[in-house]
């Protein structure tokens, strides 16, 4: 269903965004907003704003904002279409369904129908593993693991029973044919005979879901004789490795609460740590971490404690991670069970208990593998030197508190002094090493937020002033902050214009910006931004002042006067120019 745009803007509009909030949050009146503990992350302390005048709310805590379309999709599972459906009438508004293009039906069919046949399947599979004969080896299998009836439920294990066409014909008794079925990743064609075959079969199943709980792909663990150990769904349409984590529509609320989550390698890792109360863990699907990953982890909590093999493998693959980690700005804990070779086992030999524990002594993975490099590269002069080369991108990437403690704990663990461990890293800090495909998170600056918070909160008094400047690029050279500023000189709501935004970091800090109060008021509001857009050209004034007098030096006034002079006539523009910012601002360095 396609919705317009003016549709979705009214229905906003219309619906009191507080009091939608209100009805899962606690919220009480503070001056023109509303305040309540964040239902995002755990706090003792209400950081949570909701403002009415600007349809948003903001946590200045997780730092979780949107509207009330993302409040409900967020909460409750809702697509965005959904969320907009759910408000529509209360709202008072109608929908009429905009009728689809051929390729827009043809692609939300094949969405659609992918979801059915993945739903039908884990049904067939849950019910199979239940009730009928054929799955009595996969209950007895999951009774010996210590695995209970009421974690089969909620995670909706199944069995694919040992028959080669037996979910293609279930399949087909729902109107699913051989062909979707294939491209749903549940069966395989055989190119020989034409005809396809049941890709899982023999094996207990796990249904890996989406964000709304769906079905979109599953793993299949082998209960008897020779084959891999594991097969997994192949990427389809509706499921892509790299951004899913297994447990996390069933753990968010756990992973919210409890501010943190645990990274397991394996579905039954996940699977028993959940069953003995550990309901904040996730897992990854037959693949490494991914940028993608970690930024869906970002935005629930910042706490993460993550396992890997102890292994040289698991130490890669450790030391491969961390950069993504430390990129995305979260500085994670290394768990390590001695005596078990993975969580599941853990559990069942210690118990809950003793997990328990065992996290709260889990140490930072920087000082992990700090270690681990101390020990690979020895204690010569030499040696402590490939360490330092080593570990020294990684401790540039930190923010700047955890950096501070993390090289104290480096220079004892490397056998280096700490003062020169910090004179070196001083005099990188400003060119921090950044692995590649990792942007750093983008948190604006002084100037140019306060300016977005005037132009946020006094549009009309601080609208002419921004439509007067002669270069943009005085402002920001960030495109989508630029693109933002536009919409709102032309009038459009912060919450209207949040839907058009696909940077996550522009979003919290535009959600920051504007929950924030008190910078100035509306008499001040225009004069402030003038003296702030006065900086900004003064400081690129000076800029280009210093590379015209770079120029002149390396210029012959002899040899090429004509060049000379264009320069000294443009070094006397900007001198003019800075005369004038110095009158505004006052004096500018």
């Not at 007067?468 to 005085?474: C, F, G, K, L, Y």
């Amino acid at each position: 269903m396609q919705i317009p745009r003016a549709l979705i803007d009214e229905i906003r509009e219309r619906t009191d965004i507080a009091e939608v909030i209100g009805q899962s949050v606690t919220l009480r009146a503070q001056g023109g907003r509303s305040v309540g503990l964040c239902p995002f992350h755990q706090e003792k302390s209400p950081s949570f704003h909701v403002l009415r005048d600007k349809q948003i709310y903001h946590c200045f805590g997780c730092k979780e904002s949107g509207d009330v379309f993302t409040f409900l999709m967020k909460t409750q599972g809702l697509s965005f279409t959904e969320a907009v459906k759910e408000l529509a009438g209360p709202a008072g508004i109608t929908l009429e369904e905009r009728q689809l293009d051929p390729k827009e039906r043809a692609k939300m069919q094949a969405r659609a129908s992918l979801h059915d046949a993945c739903a039908f399947a884990a049904e067939w599979f849950h019910t199979n593993l239940m009730s009928r004969p054929e799955g009595l080896a996969a209950r007895e299998a999951l009774k010996a693991r210590g695995c209970t009836v009421e974690t089969w439920k909620r995670f909706r294990l199944g069995y694919a029973p040992d028959r080669w066409t037996g979910l293609l014909d279930h399949l087909q008794s729902r109107g699913v044919p051989p062909e979707l079925a294939i491209r749903a990743g549940l069966a395989r064609k055989n190119e020989q005979r034409g005809s396809a075959y049941d890709f899982f079969r023999d094996r207990l199943m796990i249904p890996i879901l989406d964000r709304r709980d769906r079905p979109i792909a599953f793993g299949g663990r082998i209960l008897s004789g020779e084959g891999p150990k594991y097969i997994n769904s192949s990427e389809t349409e509706i499921y892509e490795k790299s951004s899913t984590l297994y447990g996390l529509s069933l753990g968010r609320a756990a992973i919210q609460r409890k501010d943190r989550v645990i990274v397991v390698e394996g579905y039954f890792d996940a699977i028993s740590l959940a069953q003995a109360g550990f309901e904040e863990v996730v897992a990854t699907c037959g693949t490494a971490l991914t940028e993608g990953h970690l930024e869906q982890i970002r935005r629930l909590t910042t706490t993460v404690i993550a396992l890997f093999d102890t292994d040289e493998a698991g130490k890669r693959a450790a030391e491969r991670a961390l950069p993504m980690f430390l990129g995305v700005g979260v500085e994670p804990r290394h768990l390590e069970l001695p005596g078990a070779k993975d969580p599941d086992e853990y559990v069942q030999k210690n118990g809950a208990a003793a997990f328990e524990q065992r996290l709260h002594s889990a140490r930072s993975l920087v000082e992990v593998v700090i270690s681990w490099s101390a020990q690979r590269h020895g204690s010569t002069p030499a040696g402590r030197q490939r360490s330092v080369t080593e570990i020294l991108p990684l401790l540039l990437q930190m923010p700047p508190i955890q950096r501070e403690a993390a090289i104290a704990r480096a220079a004892g663990l490397l056998g280096v002094g700490e003062l020169a461990l910090r004179e070196l890293i001083g005099r990188r800090r400003d060119e921090p090493a950044r692995p590649a495909g990792i942007k750093p998170r983008f948190v604006g600056n002084a100037e140019l937020n306060r300016l977005l918070w005037l132009l946020i909160h006094f549009p009309q008094e601080v609208g002419p002033v921004l439509l007067a400047v002669p270069d943009p690029q005085i402002v920001t050279d960030h495109p989508e902050v630029g693109f933002a500023i536009h919409q709102l000189l032309d009038g459009k709501s912060l919450a209207s214009l949040r839907e058009d935004l696909t940077d996550i970091d522009v979003k919290r800090l535009l959600g920051d910006i504007a929950a924030r109060e008190g910078l100035c008021d509306r008499e001040r509001a225009a004069t402030m931004a003038s003296q702030i857009l006065a900086r900004l050209e003064g400081k690129a004034v000076n800029e280009r002042l210093s590379a015209l007098q770079r120029e002149l030096s390396a210029c012959d006034p002899t040899l090429d006067r004509p060049r000379y002079l264009a320069l000294l006539s443009e070094q006397q523009e900007m001198v003019r120019r800075k005369q004038e910012l110095v009158r505004i601002t006052g004096p500018m360095r």
